[in-house]
């Protein structure tokens, strides 16, 4: 066989298999929760206070007043976080936005804790 073609047939298997990987990679990086129905439960002092639906036209700022302080949390864009807080080390502000299934947001000063979860 002449080398040419040997070269011709490596690069077009080569490209076949670039292509099939490139075919198979949603696969890996998505996490499986995409297209699911996902709600923010607030609650403090484990009482459920509040849950918010995580749609990503949804927009909104909200208080939570508790015995043990305040946390302002803000829902943007399919995601929530604690916009501030009257705790000493604002570690709950400092943890950004979460919105995946599983995620959890605690103010431990508060006893407030955010989760994400699946509407069912």
């Known amino acids: 066989m ?3 073609n040997r070269k011709s047939k490596i690069a077009s298997l080569l490209l076949l ?3 099939a990987l490139l075919a198979l990679a ?3 990086f998505t996490d499986g929760t995409e297209g699911k129905t996902r709600e923010a439960v607030v609650t403090v002092d484990g009482k459920i206070i509040r849950r918010v639906p995580l749609a990503r036209e949804r927009d909104e700022i909200f208080t939570v007043s508790t015995p043990y302080g305040e946390n ?3 829902v943007s864009g399919g ?3 604690v916009e501030g807080a009257d705790c000493p080390a604002k570690i709950c502000a400092k943890s950004g ?3 995946q299934i599983g ?3 605690a103010c431990l000063p508060h ?3 955010i989760e994400i979860k699946e509407i069912k």
Do not use: D, G, N, Q
């Open 17 to 19: 298999a670039a292509l």
């Open 111 to 113: 006893k407030l804790l």
């Open 2 to 4: 002449p080398l040419s």
């Open 26 to 28: 949603p696969l890996f």
């Open 79 to 81: 995601s929530i976080r």
């Open 97 to 99: 936005a979460i919105s």
């Open 72 to 74: 302002r949390i803000a």
């Open 103 to 105: 995620e959890v947001i």
